[in-house]
């Protein structure tokens, strides 16, 4: 009896974590770069929850990618993110399916090495947006399917073109999917977050819109404080449009 209490606290803890995820893989033109290859790797699956905290930037503990290798890619790449529960691409849906919201794409160009970048400031370009499939930034009300539900059914994956105009350097990618099944009041939006490393060539001299995260997204804004069991009829995707490169 007195094993049985900690017993059904494990399995309960266990049940919560399985139905969180994390940023897994960068494919780069079609090709996989391996597991957490190039990832500021979080400690868990959890995710962020208060959008003023420096662990909406890179996930918890992710100021810096000391020891994290830098991925070679050339300008105006396809470049394919991968997220999943746990550290097995099969046997479970790869986002648990209850979470629903918008998948997004930022990048954020490093004054030098991307390893020593801690993203801070208004350093962040969108540079891709999904909320209701293929309606971006609008719901698709008839069918209330979600980006999320899109990446679902596509074995966890997104992809997004790395803007060819973009100047050469360094660049953290952050990907983000927003889980908003508890959205209602605030904090409960779930914020999953993953950024790789990479390293640009072949770019151009563009100087997109930026914004900072923190700092774009607020505890009040509609896509964060949202009840979306409700006939909801939009959705407002945080951080603004996506720059048109
Ligand atoms: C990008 O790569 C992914 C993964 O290989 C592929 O499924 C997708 O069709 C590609 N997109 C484009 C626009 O080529
Ligand atoms: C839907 O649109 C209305 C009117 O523009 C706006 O007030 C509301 O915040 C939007 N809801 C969401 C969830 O974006
Ligand atoms: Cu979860």
């Known amino acids: ?73 050339t300008a105006g790449s396809n470049i394919t993110l991968e997220w999943h529960q746990h550290a097995q691409r099969t046997g479970e849906d790869p986002i648990s399916g209850g979470h629903k919201g918008p998948v997004i794409v930022y990048v954020a160009k490093a004054p030098s090495d991307a390893s020593s970048f801690d993203g801070q400031g208004a350093v962040w370009t969108k540079v891709y947006q999904s909320g209701l499939a293929y309606h971006p930034n609008q719901l698709d009300a008839s069918s209330q399917q979600w980006a999320t539900d899109v990446v679902n059914a596509n074995e966890g994956k997104h992809s997004f073109t790395f803007p060819k105009s973009l100047p050469n350097g360094n660049y953290l990618i952050r990907g983000e999917i927003i889980a908003l099944h508890v959205a209602q009041s605030y904090p409960g939006a779930q914020l999953y977050i993953g950024c790789a490393q990479v390293s640009v060539t072949g770019g151009g001299s563009a100087s997109p819109t930026k914004i900072a995260l923190p700092g774009a997204y607020k505890p009040t804004d509609p896509g964060i404080t949202v009840n979306i069991y409700n006939n909801l009829q939009n959705y407002t995707i945080p951080g603004g449009p996506v720059w048109s490169g």
């Open 1 to 73: 009896m007195q094993l049985f209490a900690p017993l059904v606290a494990i399995v309960a803890l266990a049940s919560q974590v399985s139905a969180h995820f994390t940023l897994q893989y960068i494919w780069v033109n079609g090709k996989d770069n391996g597991y957490n290859v190039g990832f500021r790797v979080p400690p868990n699956n959890n995710p962020v929850t208060d959008v003023t905290s420096t662990d909406l930037t890179c996930n918890v503990g992710g100021l810096s990618g000391s020891g994290v290798s830098t991925i070679p890619i």
